[in-house]
């Protein structure tokens, strides 16, 4: 079996945003939607005072809220862990906007237009409008056309970057690791097996496929 | 089945250098012509230290492109008036028009005479960035050098905002104008206020990422809570500028504490530290070679530094005979008198730097100081050795590093020669692991730090300074910064201009210092990728000194403060548009020292928007006009464009009488640049590079550090005492007094042997008063600044996205507050404030952080912007606004810190 | 933004088929059941049926696609909302046959997919993982008792239209009824509040609280005097229980109003570390805005 998850090391990430910055051009992501981004944490009181940096988005979760409650299968998970969304079914009902504890979904109503409405859309707008995700459940795909891609031609996800989601390829601090948790040979699961980690709200129950790694075993 | 690949069919290669933590490369996909993401080069993961990644900057470049509020025909100002609140009424032109108007102006200048009244260039220019603005300028530089002289000392942020005293004192000390951990070796990091995650770009964000995951233990000492911090072993909230005391009770520990575990054997062989001083403060001298002695323990007595087969005395005091040589002519004799080593001295010197007394001054537990001098000495592994290249080193993984604020302006110098003791004392200084510099842009030649490694008469590492003496002292300033003039150490290379004391160009625009020529306006100003009446101090002071310029031609991407005065605009292609081939690789600013060199080349990955022209073209077009074509040429063949288009083993020059298009002089380029790359075997041409976008080849590591060339040349480091500067202080200081100037008095006190320790909040609190005529007590907060990644460098403020993902970082939203602070004075996260120096006052938001001391407030990034399209409704502060420039908080290199006292008041409840 | 934001994806539209849709199905069942006990309510399915329509009706103008509508039914198997929509179908055309037949069994049948409608919609909200404040399994019987508690109130209101209607309800187990759906709602009020203290972000708390004291003076205790003083009064029976349904039905959409519009705040971000960094120590977590660390 195959099951994709995104590894966070929040001992390396810096909140640089150069993740949230490169889903947004992959994507294309309307002004103020961010599939991926990166959250700044202060915990503590003066002085002793820690800050971390958290990156956040769809957790692909196995028991996936969202795919529960999608009254018409627009969402839904695949057997390689991935939680999809046709967007030709979907009827934009923002049921599973409210089932995800991670506020990982938007739905977008209007055309992108980074400047607002008087300046109309830019030409890179007009290019890759996705006017297929217009008012309907959209977030984070894992890239899944890339993992597609990479499969069907004998690429490792997380490995190769034609088969890596954006914000992995991008990041900076080398902090976002992707790969398949099932293999146990893979980039992931080595990660998790010499670093302590936690899943976000893991008393939710939603088997989430995003681990934070936060101290080396 | 094979498909296309969702990444994109078509990928152009080009690179960002946006800021001086570049350059990086990148891919830019385009889809039908239009440019629809930025994307990792990972052709080059293996061979560039980023790993063919770029930061969150780069990708704001697509919207750069396409930005609706752009500027994309030339304009020209039709009022006359000139104003922050008067309408420019800018209306389109030709770009005939707008070239040939600045040609008519620079031909008239050099028909008339090419230096003013004041005997001042009457051309200025004013390029921001870092000098990064170099690697998208094209051939201007070949152009501005065919109308030289042109004044480039009217700063937008050098020396105020620059990491000014570490440029000019690494360089001094051991050609670093900057500074950095080997970080991909060092095992302990006492950073001081750098904001590496945040100002390190990709190479430093990767390799400080690589460091913490092999446990690398790096403390932020810092007022407050940083992305660095953030990302640190530990955060040491210290007093704002206090950094010096700090330093100097680590030294005191290291010297009273923990002697006899220094590395004496790198202190005696490849410092000063076992020369002799005499009663005066100069080394004691040989009589007949005037060499600097030294106390050889074999022969038992004074020796010059250089006789062979010695073991000169690290410590201990001698009754010796000698020399001295002063300043200018002064000369002693001396028979039979004190002198100690250098290294006696320090330990003298130090004697009262406890932890006890640093803690007090620093508002940290003096435990933690001297638990933080312990933990560096004992990651230090004194003794132990690495082979790099073939050749063993000494292996010493741990590292100072300083920031902004720390390593500029009042207590610079300190902290800058205390860390670099700091590394000198354990033998870390220029050695794999330990402290080093990437770059040199005072010393010759600026492409190799190691070339530039001379040896002086003294023993030490030769350095370019200004002359002091009587007959060479450059006594009439040739700039109206007066850099040369004032400022021995910045030398005089093509850098040396932007380092001297800029703001001394704009404070005597309006009121010039005693007995010095009157600072007249320049003819013509050239500006481009910068905006001063943003970025510089007391903007409302340069905002209305820039409109008083009579003739501004700004390179405009779109509207903003300063173009605002301009008389012409001219706009360039942006980034993404234009073509230049640059070097890279090798060791250059920040962390960027790579195992590779050689040449990347941006190119245009889509089709120019308006009627934008390459740089180059203006450049070229305006060489025409100006009818220096020729001198154009011959600088662009001499290699002002980047590559020498002749030497002894090729010819790509070009034809001199004629103007070239854009494509062949970057052709020319491109064939000599793979020329000298392969030695002359090969001369692929424009086509080669737009296709792989970049050719390297290998940088030997053993070039990272000075110490083989340092060790080959028998070269000391000048430290632990400070004869040169000494000397140079005290003849600078005659020659001003000669002309009856004494208001750069207090700066001559720099130039010390030791560094005095001093009250440096004192010191910014007594001249705020002094100048202001205020209670200091009724500011009662010191307010700083931090970077802002998504923001620094890129000019980038009127990007939707950037401005976008920046607000998932907390401190961008307005003035950052402690919040036990804030709940104490009533004040709650959100509401509207007034923030208030002696200066002026500015309004924002109030964000209430926990990781911020409570007698501190931060101001990140530069915004206040007023003209900037979308940035102007911003509404974030900035502290521009609020810093005086002052003479008196100006230090002897020129620089001052970012560094204010403030009061808050509220003026409007959370919404 | 770390902590818990406040819901505005579904808006007063939604709320509206919260409201709508819980009143019409209560009301259906409680006309079944007054039927039964011999009351005329037959004519109440028409309205009922209305009152569903118009809930459906006002999600539809909230979808983002409505054209595409008729695919809410192809997740039967888990989704709540394709279960609702399905026994919709079944109930509007039982209802308005019922009002049209006068048919006292047809109430009766219509009752069932007007309970499993309410009951879906429960479970609508109980699923709803990402919201604190709806994912408790206490919204289940607050849900179905305000329905219910609501479409008793609707029948009070409208009960003088029946000849014998008001007299039946005080006389026999009507009144009973009423009062135990007041006091049942009530109840699940309280017990839906307990479920959330500590366990809701701080926010969602600070809106029940306030909710608390209209609900509880004005939906439970206000209803529960008028019914009792209808008990006594018999000449003023007929206002008495109008004015007393009127609170029923008025309590139920504010509750439903403030716990879908107010209360909805999501779950935020938390963590249950902050790391070591290189060579530090790691550090605590934070689940900022929850009055509790959990």
């Known amino acids: 079996m195959t099951r994709y998850v995104m590894v966070a090391d929040i001992n390396r990430c810096v909140g640089c945003q150069t993740c949230t910055a490169a889903c947004k051009h992959t994507n294309a992501t309307a002004p103020g939607v961010q599939w991926r981004k990166v959250l700044d944490f202060e915990v503590g009181t003066y002085p002793n005072v820690r800050r971390a940096f958290i990156p956040v988005g769809c957790n692909h979760c196995l028991d996936a809220p969202c795919a529960d409650v999608c009254p018409t299968l627009a969402t839904y998970k695949r057997p390689d862990g991935i939680v999809s969304i046709d967007y030709d079914l979907c009827i934009g009902c923002a049921y599973c ?92 699961s080595q990660l998790l097996r010499t670093h302590e980690h936690f899943q976000m709200h893991e008393e939710l129950e939603t088997g989430s496929g995003f681990y934070y790694l936060w101290e080396r075993k | 089945m094979t498909t296309e690949s969702p990444t994109g069919k078509t990928k152009i290669p080009t690179y960002c250098y946006q800021c001086v933590a570049g350059p990086d490369l990148l891919n830019v996909r385009v889809e039908d012509g239009i440019a629809t993401e930025v994307q990792p080069n990972f052709d080059a993961a293996d061979c560039t230290p980023a790993a063919g990644k770029v930061c969150v900057k780069a990708f704001g470049l697509i919207q750069k492109v396409y930005n609706p509020h752009r500027i994309l025909t030339p304009m020209k100002r039709t009022n006359p008036k000139k104003g922050r609140n008067e309408d420019p009424k800018f209306v389109p032109i030709s770009w005939d028009e707008a070239l040939d108007t600045i040609a008519d102006k620079v031909k008239q200048i050099q028909v008339e005479g090419k230096t003013d009244e004041a005997g001042y260039p009457k051309i200025a220019a004013s390029f921001g960035g870092g000098g990064t603005s170099t690697y998208y300028m094209g051939t201007f530089p070949a152009f501005l050098s065919a109308i030289t002289p042109i004044d480039m000392g009217f700063g937008s942020g050098q020396g105020v905002k620059c990491y000014h005293s570490e440029h000019l004192y690494g360089e001094l000390w051991h050609r670093a104008f900057i500074v950095t951990p080997d970080t991909p070796k060092c095992d302990y990091i006492i950073s001081f206020g750098m904001n590496i995650e945040a100002s390190g770009g990709v190479c430093g964000v990767k390799r400080h990422a690589d460091a913490r995951d092999r446990g690398v233990k790096r403390i932020q000492v810092e007022p407050h809570l940083s992305q660095t911090g953030a990302a640190s072993s530990e955060w040491v909230p210290i007093r704002p500028k206090t950094d010096p005391a700090f330093m100097f009770a680590l030294i005191h520990v290291l010297l009273h504490e923990q002697r006899d575990r220094l590395d004496k054997v790198f202190l005696r062989d490849r410092t000063g530290s076992p020369y002799l001083v005499a009663p005066n403060g100069y080394y004691l001298r040989d009589p007949e070679s005037k060499k600097p002695l030294i106390y050889d323990l074999k022969s038992k007595q004074a020796v010059p530094f250089d006789t062979p087969d010695t073991e000169p005395a690290l410590e201990g005091q001698y009754i010796l005979s000698g020399i001295e040589l002063g ?18 001295k320090l330990v003298e010197h130090m004697k009262p730097f406890t932890p006890l007394w640093a803690g007090r001054v620093c508002d940290v537990d003096h435990k ?76 010759r030649p600026a492409s190799d730090r190691n070339d530039s490694v001379k040896l002086s008469e003294d023993g030490f590492l030769a350095y370019p300074m200004n002359p002091t003496d009587k007959e060479n002292w450059v006594a009439k300033p040739e700039v109206r910064n007066a850099n040369r003039t004032l400022v021995p150490l910045v030398g005089n290379s093509a850098w040396s201009q932007a380092l001297g004391p800029t703001h001394l160009a704009w404070m005597q625009q309006e009121k010039g210092p005693e007995h010095w020529p009157q600072a007249t306006k320049p003819a013509l100003w050239f500006v481009y990728r910068t905006n001063p009446a943003i970025s510089f101090w007391d903007t409302e002071q340069i905002t209305e000194t820039i409109a008083t310029f009579p003739f501004t031609v ?80 011959k600088a662009v063949n001499r290699g002002a464009a980047g590559v020498a288009l002749k030497t002894d083993y090729y010819d790509f020059s070009l034809d001199e009488s004629q103007a070239h298009d854009v494509e062949t002089i970057w052709d020319a380029n491109c064939k000599a640049a793979s020329a000298e790359i392969t030695g002359g075997k090969e001369s692929q041409g424009l086509d080669y590079y737009k296709e792989k976008g970049y050719r390297l080849t290998g940088f030997p590591r ?210 | 933004m770390l902590g ?84 919709a179908m079944l109930l509007l055309p039982l209802g308005i046959l019922t009002f049209f037949t006068g048919s ?191």
């Open chain 1, 97 to 188: 906007i409210q089932a995800c504890p991670y506020q990982a979904r938007d739905r977008v109503d209007i055309p992108n237009k980074a400047y607002g409405k008087q300046f109309g859309q830019m030409k890179h707008e007009q290019k890759v409008p996705h006017s297929e995700r217009r008012a309907v459940a959209q977030k984070c795909t894992f890239c899944v056309d890339r993992i597609d891609y990479g499969t069907a031609n004998g690429l490792t996800p997380g490995i190769d970057p034609d088969a890596t989601p954006a914000c992995a390829n991008s990041c900076i601090a080398n902090a976002l690791i992707f790969g398949d948790i099932d293999d146990p040979e893979s980039n992931v």
């Open chain 2, 327 to 344: 300043a200018d002519e002064d000369r002693w004799e001396h028979q039979d008198i004190k002198v100690t080593t250098a290294f006696e």
């Open chain 2, 368 to 443: 933690i100081i001297r638990r933080i001098a312990l933990e560096y000495l004992d990651h230090a592994r004194i003794g132990e050795t690495i082979e790099v290249d073939g050749r063993t080193m000494p292996l010493r993984p741990v590292a100072v590093t300083l920031g902004k604020t720390v390593n500029n302006g009042w207590g610079g110098f300190h902290c800058c020669w205390a860390r670099t003791m700091l590394a000198v004392l354990v033998g870390a200084l220029e050695v794999p692991g330990g402290t080093i510099g990437t770059t040199v842009r005072i010393n």
């Open chain 2, 554 to 633: 700004c390179f405009a991407y779109t509207r903003d403060e300063t173009n605002h005065m301009a008389d012409i605009l001219l706009p360039d292609r942006t980034d993404l548009e234009g073509l230049q081939l640059i070097r890279i690789g090798g060791t250059k600013f920040i962390e960027q020292f790579w195992d590779h060199q050689g040449f990347a080349l941006r190119q245009p990955v889509t089709e120019p928007q308006g009627d934008t022209r390459d740089f180059t073209w203006i450049s070229t077009e305006l060489a025409r006009r100006c009818g220096v074509l020729e001198k154009y040429n």
């Open chain 2, 702 to 911: 053993i070039k990272w550090y000075l110490t083989a060339k340092m060790e080959d040349e028998g070269v000391r480091y000048e430290l632990p005492y400070q004869e040169t500067l000494k000397r140079v202080g005290v003849q600078l200081g005659r020659r001003l007094h000669e002309r009856g100037i004494s208001w750069w008095d207090e700066q001559l006190e720099e130039y010390e042997g030791l560094p005095d320790m001093m009250d440096f909040q004192a010191l910014w609190e007594g001249a705020l008063e002094r100048n202001f005529g205020v209670d200091i007590s009724d500011y009662p907060f010191w307010l700083v600044t931090s970077r802002s990644m998504q923001y620094a460098w890129g000019g980038n403020v009127s990007i939707q996205m950037i401005r976008e993902v920046s607000q998932n970082i907390g401190t961008h939203g307005g003035l950052v507050m402690n919040t036990g602070q804030a709940h104490k004075l009533g004040l709650k996260d959100g509401d509207r404030v007034e923030i208030t120096s002696p200066l002026s006052a500015t309004r924002g938001i109030l964000v209430t952080r926990q990781g911020i001391r409570p007698d501190t407030l931060m101001l990140m990034g530069q915004f206040d912007h007023w003209a900037t399209p979308f940035a102007k409704d911003f509404d974030v502060p900035s502290m521009n606004s609020l810093v005086p420039m002052l003479l008196d908080l100006t230090d002897s290199s020129g620089s001052g810190a970012d560094l204010a006292r403030v009061k808050i008041k509220k003026i409007g409840d959370a919404k």
């Open chain 3, 4 to 87: 818990p934001t406040l819901q505005k994806r579904w808006d007063w539209r939604a709320a509206g088929n919260f409201i709508c849709g819980g009143t019409g199905s209560g009301l259906l069942v409680v006309a079944a059941l007054l039927s039964a006990l011999g009351l005329h309510t037959t004519g109440y399915a028409l309205l009922a049926s209305a009152f569903v329509a118009t809930g459906l009706g006002l999600v539809w103008l909230e979808i983002g696609r409505p054209l595409r509508s008729m695919n809410v039914f192809r997740n039967p198997a888990t989704s709540w909302m394709t279960r609702e929509g399905m026994v």
């Open chain 3, 104 to 294: 006292t069994s047809l109430l009766i049948l219509s009752a069932i997919p007007a309970a499993l409608f309410l009951y879906a919609q429960a479970r609508i909200l109980h699923m709803a993982k990402g919201i604190p404040a709806w994912r408790t399994n206490a919204i289940n019987p607050l849900i179905v008792t305000t329905g219910l508690t609501e479409g008793m109130g609707v029948l009070l209101i409208f009960a003088g239209l029946v000849e014998g209607n008001v007299a039946a309800l005080f006389v026999g187990y009507g009144w009973i009824i009423a009062l135990s759906l007041v006091f049942l709602r009530g109840a699940a009020w309280l017990n839906y509040r307990y479920s959330l203290a500590n366990n809701a972000p701080e926010q969602t708390l600070q809106v029940l609280e306030r909710a608390n004291i209209v609900i509880t003076l004005l939906g439970i205790a206000t209803p529960l005097v008028l019914l009792f003083l209808g008990k006594s009064y018999a000449a003023y029976q007929l206002p008495l229980a109008a004015v007393a349904g009127f609170f029923m039905v008025l309590c139920g959409w504010f509750c439903k109003y403030q716990i879908i519009i107010y209360a909805a705040y999501y779950q935020g971000f938390a963590i249950t570390h902050t790391p070591a960094r290189g060579g530090g120590k790691p550090g605590p977590g934070l689940k900022p805005g929850w009055r509790l660390p959990q």
